[in-house]
């Protein structure tokens, strides 16, 4: 329906909301075995309302809408983190918890109507077909066009992804000239692991993007590649983690943590205690760790940075975490749809429970606003916000708990640079496409330069660099009159990570970032303290 005629039956989709929920209770009763969650003595007359909806009302309403608006709406109304799914949402569920989907393996993005490469995953099919990054995408399969018809970006994946036969044929633009290319769909890689390399100091160095079903068996691959050079201590970085298996955050976590300790424990109204505990001999459970995060980091992030935090067996370095502490177990319904709902809520070994309240929650949610969200994150910098019931570790420092796991050692954003006008730079791409630009210009030589650290050398300050970036703020209808000497420092490191990426993918980015970044250098200070 149109966002019109929903708001024009917003009174009945809201009285459906009871019917709703009576149907995901008794389809959770199946599953689960538990008794009737609604009944009543008396005869219904909810039946007859679904019967008038379909019979009598003005204009024509789909079944699957009216089950994907009200059951939204039902869940809305328990907490943040219990949801609806359709059967598109549970196959991309699944493709990124078992890291890898069937694909070709290419980067893009859309400018000006025209679906551009932005990057092709070495050894993907795109690869061995010959696509390069620059090549614009005009049609598959001599049916389905792609550029030129403002389709949005899951539209483009869903026509490159969803073809009947697994060898596609695509025409491509390239240096203006149109050509053809067939490839065969495959397998791609969503590696958990971003970048794994060593810092200073024999410093090692992780980033975990996520937690899932090879996240464990990754991180272990990484760790024993780092220890073989020599790493003596490490920074994990969490930060951009939202989560996900909690199993597999368990399993790290148990690398770190000796003696049968407790790494965490779920409980809820219907769902007993359950305590997971270190079991095995870890890989690391001496020397010393610092964990990243920031407000990004949620979930199984969290149950693992807190379990660590507890048992003082990891400085805390960042912002504050996003605040999940609630577990979700999923029901499939009947429909062939799936309902993801909070069953319990996970504690870290002290009993913190870090679920933010939900109003907070909502309040750092609010819609597509960049400045309000750039507000939300000053917010976070504000130390007087640490409050909740204290806990002591063993080593008697005081935690607190309350919403989100607090770091030990804060590293605020830089708002001298973080300008709402940056804010949004980062938030529309419009730097992503700068750097994708300047590569195209100089592929040639920056190809042939053999580290990401001199690919960073490669962008220099001055009238040049400021005028590139505001004409290209300007194409995305962003006024940035004048850049600061801060301000600059920032764009400058930025797009370097950028174009490092561009030439290295994630790894390339981060070793970059390394170069620059608060927290690494707060890190590095950390364990230089501690000797």
């Not at 050894?123 to 995408?137: E, Q, R, S, V």
Request: glycine share 6%; charged share 25%; proline share 4%.
């Amino acid at each position: 329906m149109s966002s019109k005629k929903i708001q024009v039956a917003l009174p009945l989709i809201l009285s459906l909301v009871m019917i709703v929920g009576m149907i995901i209770g008794y389809q959770l009763r199946s599953k689960t075995g538990n008794a009737p969650i609604l009944s009543s003595g008396k005869q219904s007359s909810l039946p007859e309302l679904i019967r008038l909806v379909r019979e009598k009302y003005v204009d024509e309403v789909s079944a699957d809408s009216i089950e994907q608006l009200v059951s939204t709406e039902l869940l809305t109304h328990l907490d943040p983190h219990s949801v609806w799914m359709s059967n598109t949402d549970l196959k991309e569920a699944e493709d990124e918890m078992n890291e890898s989907f069937q694909g070709i393996g290419i980067e893009f993005q859309v400018l000006s109507d025209s679906v551009h490469v932005m990057f092709v995953i070495p050894n993907a099919p795109a690869a061995k077909a010959g696509l390069l990054t620059g090549d614009i995408l005009l049609s598959v399969n001599d049916k389905i066009r792609l550029s030129g018809q403002k389709l949005s970006p899951d539209e483009i994946r869903k026509s490159l992804r969803s073809q009947p036969t697994r060898e596609l044929r695509l025409k491509i633009l390239r240096n203006g000239k149109s050509m053809e290319t067939i490839l065969t769909k495959g397998n791609i890689p969503l590696p958990a692991v971003d970048a794994a390399f060593m810092l200073p100091a024999s410093t090692g160095y992780i980033h975990l993007n996520k937690f899932a079903n090879r996240t464990y068996e990754e991180f272990m691959q990484q760790m024993e590649q780092l220890k073989k050079k020599g790493m003596k201590q490490l920074v994990l970085d969490l930060r951009g983690n939202g989560g996900g298996l909690m199993k597999e955050a368990i399993d790290i976590a148990d690398e770190f943590l000796s003696d049968d300790k407790l790494i965490v424990y779920t409980e809820g109204k219907h769902q007993p205690k359950i305590s997971y505990k270190a079991s095995r001999i870890g890989i690391f459970e001496e020397g010393p760790v610092v964990v990243l995060i920031d407000e990004t980091s949620a979930s199984a992030s969290e149950v693992l940075a807190g379990a660590l935090q507890d048992w003082d067996r990891a400085t805390i370095i960042g912002r504050r975490s996003f605040g999940k502490g609630l577990v979700q177990q999923q029901f499939n319904l009947s429909s062939g749809t799936a309902v993801r709902l909070t069953t319990a809520r996970y504690f870290t070994p002290l009993g913190r429970n870090i679920q933010r309240p939900y109003v907070e929650r909502s309040q750092l949610q609010k819609g597509d606003d960049p400045h309000a969200m750039l507000r939300n994150r000053y917010d976070e910098n504000d130390t007087t916000q640490q409050k909740g019931k204290v806990y002591t570790t063993p080593a008697g420092k005081k935690l607190y708990g309350g919403g989100g796991i607090y770091p030990d050692k804060k590293v605020a954003w830089d708002t001298t640079a973080m300008t709402p006008e940056i804010f949004t730079l980062l938030y529309k791409n419009t730097l992503n496409r700068l750097v994708y630009q300047l590569y195209l210009s100089n592929r040639s030589e920056l190809d042939t330069i053999p580290s990401a650290i001199r690919v960073a050398n490669f962008i220099k300050p001055g009238e040049s660099f400021r005028d590139q970036v505001q004409v290209a703020a300007a194409a995305d209808g962003i006024d940035i009159k004048s850049i600061t000497p801060a301000q600059e420092k920032f764009l400058i490191q930025r797009c370097s990570m950028l174009l490092a990426r561009q030439r290295f993918h994630q790894q390339g980015f981060y070793e970059v970032a390394s170069q620059f970044d608060p927290a690494i250098k707060l890190a590095l200070e950390s364990f230089s303290g501690n000797r």
